[in-house]
């Protein structure tokens, strides 16, 4: 009987046994089936050489790439390059996900960590994200309506001092003129006025250093022991030096400035911390590096777009001339906001020429997308992904004659940009990330154009503008001239 029911025992066991092997055998077989079945789901890949074609391809302009994959694999696909794959969504019907996710989801910590020594250390993209959402609320706290109210003031200021050096007539390269206008205005209502008053020629010869520090290969290699970056760490430091002594100074004589720099200065983390001097200098490092060549690059398009549409040049002007018939000389706050129309003509001009081309995050868990032809792809974690301001704006299922100037494309009851859906206009991001200096950058170039509108005759010399696509920040290539002569009687 023992005997008997040890022998049962023993082919139970073995039973049990078979069924576990047998379950590990169908459960291998059933994923073996799925598996080819989800990777079929992975996007299109772009055809490149091995090993170095997906560098090479990228190196000769991402945009170049879009413009011949997009045709071909649609609005989803991969690129790998050496080690990397980036996956590309372009579209609003794909980038959804990319412009709302979590941090822990899709991060900018790893791709924009190449910032890091010309930022310096403990703030952005040193930070871990919960200081850096806490450094981005300073952003936000400093660029409030209050707060943009008094920077107008001094962007007016500034652009009056400036053009009234200019003589009745003459010959300019506009983007010369614009760029050196913005770094003027930037050093005021961002760096303060002991900048822009006594330190301005060293402060900006420091961060033209800083900017000539900051390569394509300083992407891949930030820390290259090249010239252009040890001048960049000797200008960091020095900017490091004077940004504390002015900090210092500014509280022990208890002054208070409006500018962005104070603004950082009495800015406080919710445990009540308040930001270091290093963390000060940071921050307007930032600030700076993501306004001044954004907004000087848009000034430039803007006037050269205007300076080529009669139809559109007009059109501000007559809204210049309401406006002083309306408000008489003054403009400030409100009144920039008034300019719908000049509005419309810099929208349309970041549209075709958004100066950050290229946005990416770093994936942390796998997601999908859905094509609007109705494809879905999955995108695994690891991967780079990415979109395009320079590419997506120009979509033509989205905008109408996409590549012409056309500011009315915004004008209410067009609206071709909300039309569409959210992010189908994207020049300054969007979602988690969008800019945050949109209303500022704005307001300073409707403060230049609006002064240049109401006091100058302009002519453009130079044949239109080409694009720069080899600065990190896409802007104009070489000089744009034009031929002003001052009005008579200004609209003023
Ligand atoms: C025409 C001018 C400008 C353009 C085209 C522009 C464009 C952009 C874009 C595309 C992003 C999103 C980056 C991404 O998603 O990876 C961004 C973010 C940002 N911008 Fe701007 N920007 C401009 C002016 C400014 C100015 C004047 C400031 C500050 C004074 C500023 C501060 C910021 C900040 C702090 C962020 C980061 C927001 C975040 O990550 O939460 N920008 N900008």
Redesign the pocket.
């Known amino acids: 009987m023992e005997a008997a029911e040890s022998t049962d025992g023993g082919s139970k066991v073995m039973n049990v046994g078979l069924l576990l092997l047998a379950t590990l055998v169908v459960a291998k077989l059933i994923s073996a089936l799925i598996m080819p079945r989800s990777s079929k789901r992975l996007p299109p890949v772009v055809n490149t050489w091995p090993v170095l074609g997906g560098l090479l391809r990228f190196l000769k302009g991402p945009i170049v790439m879009l413009r011949a994959e997009y045709p071909k694999l649609g609005s989803v696909f991969t690129l790998n390059l050496l080690n990397k794959k980036i996956t590309f969504l372009i579209g609003p019907e794909v980038s959804p996900h990319f412009?709302k996710a979590p941090e822990s989801d899709l991060s900018?910590q790893e791709v924009?960590q190449f910032n890091v020594p010309t930022f310096g250390p403990g703030v952005v993209f040193d930070v871990d994200y919960t200081i850096r959402q806490e450094q981005?609320r300073f952003?936000t706290e400093a660029?409030r309506v209050n707060k943009l109210k008094g920077y107008v003031d001094q962007m007016v200021m500034e652009a009056e001092e400036y053009f009234s050096k200019w003589g009745d007539s003459g010959e300019v390269d506009l983007k010369y003129e614009l760029e050196h206008l913005i770094i003027l205005t930037a050093s005021r209502c961002?760096l303060g006025e002991e900048v822009r008053n006594n330190l301005f020629e060293d402060v900006s010869a420091l961060f033209h250093d800083l900017d000539n520090g900051m390569l394509p290969i300083s992407v891949i290699f930030p820390y290259l022991p090249i010239p252009a970056h040890r001048r960049r760490d000797q200008a960091r430091k020095k900017l490091s030096h004077i940004f504390s002594t002015i900090i210092a100074s500014r509280k022990n004589a208890g002054v208070s400035q409006h500018d962005?720099l104070q603004c950082f200065i009495d800015s406080k983390y919710k445990d009540g911390r308040q930001t270091t001097e290093s963390e000060v200098t940071g921050l307007l490092i930032?600030?700076l590096f993501?306004?001044q060549h954004?907004?000087s690059?848009?000034s430039t398009w803007t006037g050269a777009y205007l300076l080529c549409n009669p139809k559109f040049m007009s059109a501000v002007v007559n809204e210049q001339t309401d406006l002083v018939q309306k408000h008489g000389d003054k403009v400030d706050y409100d009144v920039l906001s008034e300019m719908e129309v000049l509005y419309r003509c810099i929208k349309e001009s970041?549209r075709l020429h958004?100066?950050?081309i290229m946005?990416?995050r770093s994936s942390h868990s796998d997601f999908s997308v859905k094509t609007k032809e109705g494809v879905e792809y999955d995108i695994p974690k690891g991967h780079i992904v990415a979109t395009s301001?320079a590419f997506a704006n120009r979509l033509p299922h989205i905008y109408k004659e996409p590549d012409s100037y056309d500011p009315d494309r915004f004008a209410p009851g067009r609206d071709e940009d909300k039309a569409a859906g959210a992010f189908s206009y994207?020049?300054?991001?969007g979602g988690?990330?969008?800019?945050?200096?949109?209303p500022?950058?704005y307001l300073?170039?409707k403060a230049i154009w609006s002064h240049l509108l109401r006091n100058f005759e302009m002519e453009l010399l130079s044949p239109f503008p080409e694009t720069d696509w080899n600065a990190m920040v896409v802007g104009v290539k070489g000089s744009v001239m034009v031929r002003y002569k001052r009005k008579v009687l200004p609209l003023n």
């Open positions: 412009f900018q924009y981005f952003f660029l961002l962005l930032a600030a993501a306004g954004t907004s690059i848009t970041l958004p100066p950050l946005l990416l301001p994207i020049s300054f991001g988690r990330h969008g800019c945050l200096g949109e500022f950058a300073q170039i």
